[in-house]
């Protein structure tokens, strides 16, 4: 069974960083892209950044370049994501999705891990 | 990047009734989109990938088509474990795109 546990999110001041994991089971985790998607307070969901396979290659979403910066570590079937320089808008609950094979959709999702930017 | 306008944002509905939801998107997506299904307090859980195809142990009373911009999502014989928001994913270009969802309520 695919699981995927997101553990470290929390309250953290403006300007502050943040880094937070997913733990993924189930699955043969170096075989897939992975992902983070949020969604703020009574919003809808957002793509902020996948990774492939190997993590060779990574993309985000314009609002995060240079801020965010995902990892993933194959030997411990471990996705991560560096939050630097938050801002209130980053506020959100933030799901590990993982992508599908072929076609890059978000198959799976983690339980979630809340992120509050606040003062 | 690819506007997904998803509408009705709210939808009413009796149990036993078919409703459907519908995304457009602002270029052609060559077919490549999701269907989610949230609630509250919990992940999305996929339903449909490639417009139509259901995921395995979703049931039947789910369907998705579409083609080119325009796509639909629909359930018949609406239950109450169907309650929940419901998301379109357009997955043909990145940036990745959701639809603003669909929040589905008992009548």
Redesign the interface.
């Known amino acids: 069974e695919v699981q995927l546990v997101e553990s470290g999110g929390g309250l953290v001041q403006p300007g502050r960083s943040l880094k937070f994991s997913c733990a993924a089971s189930g699955f043969t985790f170096s075989d897939y892209a992975m992902?983070w998607v949020r969604q703020a307070p009574k919003k809808?969901?957002?793509?902020v950044a996948?990774i492939i396979y190997d993590g060779s290659s990574t993309?985000y979403?314009?609002s995060v370049k240079g801020r965010f910066t995902i990892s993933r570590d194959n030997a411990k079937s471990t996705l991560y994501l560096q939050m630097d320089s938050l801002r209130s808008e980053d506020t959100a609950t933030y799901?590990c999705a993982r992508q599908?094979y072929v076609?890059?959709?978000?198959?799976?999702?983690?339980?979630?891990t809340m992120v509050t930017v606040s003062s | 990047d690819i506007q997904m306008t998803q509408s009705p944002p709210s939808l009413s509905a009796s149990l036993g009734d078919k409703v459907t939801i519908t995304c457009q998107a602002s270029q052609n997506i060559n077919k490549?989109i999701?269907w989610?299904q949230?609630k509250p307090g919990?992940?999305?859980?996929?339903l449909i990938?490639?417009t139509s195809t259901l995921v395995s142990g979703i049931p039947s009373r789910f369907s998705g088509s579409g083609s080119g911009r325009d796509y639909s999502f629909s359930i018949s014989n609406v239950e109450s474990e169907d309650i929940a928001s419901y998301?379109c994913?357009q997955?043909d270009n990145?940036?990745?795109?959701?639809?603003?969802?669909t929040k589905l309520e008992l009548k």
């Open positions: 992902a809808g969901l957002e793509w996948t993309y979403r314009d799901y599908s076609d890059w959709y978000f198959d799976f999702w983690g339980p979630g | 490549y999701a989610y949230q919990k992940a999305p859980g996929l990938h490639y998301y994913l997955y990145s940036p990745w795109t959701f639809g603003g969802g």
